[in-house]
């Protein structure tokens, strides 16, 4: 977590915090223990919010969880966080957001192992 603070609230929403670009193996082992558990898990695959309209291509992180615990993704898509909230909430406007949710969707089979099969999962299809 880069800005100050923001461990903190992650933790007191019950979020666990990950630092991008770094592997833990340990970390990995309890998000896909979350993920077998039946309880949901939000993930951001871009690795954050954008100030930019639009998607960003997903990092392999999010594929490989969902890979390893065989479990299916619920897409959801959230428009409306591109407004700097601080600056408006200190002039006392709320900015529209919505929420799309979509239908939840297994990732295909794959085969392999190793670099060939993160590989595969970063194709588009």
Do not use: C
């Not at 915090?17 to 979350?34: A, F, N, Q, T, W």
């Amino acid at each position: 977590m880069e800005r100050p603070g923001q461990n903190v609230l992650v933790r007191l929403y019950g979020g666990i915090p990950v630092h991008r670009g770094e592997y833990d193996r340990r970390l990995v082992e309890k998000l896909i223990s979350v993920l077998n558990s039946g309880y949901p898990l939000l993930i951001a695959p871009e690795g954050g919010r954008t100030h930019t309209i639009g998607m960003r291509r997903g990092n392999p992180g999010a594929a490989h969880l969902v890979d390893q615990a065989n479990v299916q993704v619920v897409p959801v898509g959230i428009q409306g966080t591109t407004d700097d909230f601080l600056k408006k909430a200190l002039h006392w406007e709320r900015p529209t957001i919505e929420m799309h949710i979509g239908v939840p969707i297994t990732l295909p089979p794959l085969e392999g192992r190793g670099k060939a099969r993160r590989m595969a999962r970063q194709q588009k299809r």
